[in-house]
């Protein structure tokens, strides 16, 4: 259950009402279990890291770090120690062999093997000396006590003086099961003043071995070690739910944020978001609500469309209802004035199919008249009047196919002349045969200029076009050109 703010009225204060989080439940059952399909089918670590949550990851993270942080610094701190140990151990070994062999100095020299068993067994007695030994200039056992009854004394190997005159050491790391680890220094033993004569390496009496037993220190750094686990167990399991309250605290304006928007995918875009910060978070929360009063009032601007919308639709309705009653009355205007048409049509071609045989009749007696003079009379006519006769025949053949295409024409129903190749030059030539009279009256030539096209066209048309040019050209020819030189001006149609 989370707050949302509200004003008191008069107050300019903000008082906090408890709301129930609305569960989604726009989820279709197909994505559910689509989930959990995968789930089951998933890895485990997919799984836990899916149940963990980014809250339980960044708790896991952070525990992770402090304990790798806390491991790291108990380990440097235990190296640290155990080589500060091991410096100490061995400059005190150091110490305690020089010491011994300046005091075994005169019981080495004379033999006396009681003596040095008085010294070693006294050493024994200081905290970390294990064992002790005593050799003679050979490397011959002379005297040994040990803690460890069972430790092994075997013979030395000598260790001559350097040519300083100071004295030989050897340490080395030892174990056994009785002292554990131990660290074993061995030292020559020389006199304290040189021979007379001045030789520059004085002699060996005999050499003495102490065992330095560790136990103690590594106990001691064991405890410490423990001790220092155990406060580092001790701060992670009280680091772990403040960590997680925190991380729970950070993330709690988050989860308000999401459960906003679940009311808002619910459909409550009244939802406000009471966080109050002057960081990040209270800005995102800020820029929340001010998106959801947006989106509250494109809403209502979108209802508002809507609603106008319905009204234009319905008005909209109601004119395509009007209209589609004016459009059968149109149609049914529309069929009567067709049939009058028709009708209209039909005396007209009736009339054309008359005037064109009343028109035709004249031109078929010209036409039979002229044939019948050129069959009976050609050899007795002279050639003048024979071609006269032959251009009557060409005109009244192009008259009557000028008033069957009229007749085409004028008819609702006429279809397109079949297409087809034109050879220009001839039909000029027929038109030059045609207007012949007309032309050597007014004194024009007509000049064809070749070669020509060959074109794709209809034959009747295309011979209009150029009989209505040449026509129009000997209609309305003016003077003609000038010549340059003087001369009768030019008259020709090109």
């Not at 030292?187 to 002699?203: K, L, Y």
């Not at 155990?230 to 304006?253: D, E, M």
């Not at 003048?384 to 024409?409: A, F, G, M, P, S």
Request: hydrophobic share 40%; with cysteine.
């Amino acid at each position: 259950m989370l707050p949302t703010a509200d004003d008191e009225q008069g107050t300019g204060r903000q008082r906090v009402r408890p709301f129930r989080m609305t569960p989604n439940t726009t989820t279709h059952p197909d994505v559910t279990r689509s989930i959990r399909s995968w789930r089951r089918r998933a890895p485990w670590y997919r799984r836990l890291s899916a149940s963990l949550g980014l809250q339980g990851k960044l708790t896991i993270g952070f525990m992770f770090l402090m304990s790798v942080a806390l491991g790291g610094s108990c380990w440097f701190f235990m190296t640290e120690s155990r080589e500060a140990t091991e410096r100490v151990v061995r400059q005190q070994a150091t110490a305690i062999s020089h010491t011994l062999a300046m005091a075994s100095e005169t019981p080495l020299a004379e033999g006396n093997v009681p003596e040095l068993r008085r010294v070693g067994a006294d050493l024994l007695k200081n905290k970390g000396v294990a064992a002790t030994a005593f050799y003679d200039a050979s490397g011959r056992l002379m005297s040994a006590a040990s803690e460890d009854a069972n430790l092994a004394w075997p013979d030395l190997d000598p260790l001559p003086p350097d040519s300083g005159g100071r004295r030989m050491l050897r340490v080395q790391k030892m174990e056994s099961p009785a002292l554990g680890r131990y660290l074993e220094v061995t030292a020559s033993v020389t006199p304290a003043s040189r021979r007379p004569g001045g030789s520059p390496a004085p002699p060996v009496i005999g050499y003495v071995r102490v065992c330095f037993s560790q136990a103690h220190d590594e106990a001691h750094l064991t405890r410490a070690t423990q001790m220092l686990v155990l406060i580092g167990a001790t701060v992670s399991l009280v680091c772990f739910p403040l960590v997680y309250g925190l991380i729970h605290r950070i993330f709690l304006p988050i989860r308000e944020l999401v459960d906003a928007t679940h009311r808002i995918t619910a459909g409550d875009l009244d939802t406000q978001v009471a966080i109050h910060r002057s960081d990040v978070i209270g800005t995102l929360a800020r820029s929340f609500n001010e998106m959801v009063v947006r989106v509250r009032q494109q809403q209502q601007d979108l209802e508002t469309a809507n609603r106008k919308l319905g009204e234009a639709n319905a008005s909209l309705e109601r004119a395509n209802a009007d209209l589609e009653q004016k459009v059968v009355q149109r149609t049914a205007q529309l069929e009567t004035a067709n049939r009058r048409l028709q009708s209209e049509i039909a005396e007209k071609e009736d009339f054309l199919r008359a005037v064109s045989h009343d028109l035709n009749a004249p031109l078929r007696n010209i036409s039979g008249m002229a044939t019948m003079l050129l069959m009976k009379y050609r050899d007795r006519f002279d050639e003048d009047i024979v071609h006269r006769l032959e251009r009557i025949q060409k005109n009244v053949e192009v008259e009557t196919d000028l008033i069957t295409e009229l007749l085409e024409l004028s008819r609702i129903k006429t279809r397109r002349q079949k297409s087809e190749p034109v050879e220009v030059a001839p039909m000029i030539s027929e038109l030059g045969e045609l207007f012949e009279n007309d032309l050597r009256e007014r004194e024009i030539s007509l000049v064809a200029d070749t070669p020509f096209p060959l074109l794709f066209c209809e034959r009747a048309r295309l011979r209009q076009v150029f009989q209505n040019l040449v026509d129009n050209a000997i209609k309305y020819m003016g003077q003609g050109s000038p010549q340059s030189d003087g001369g009768a001006p030019v008259r020709e149609i090109r």
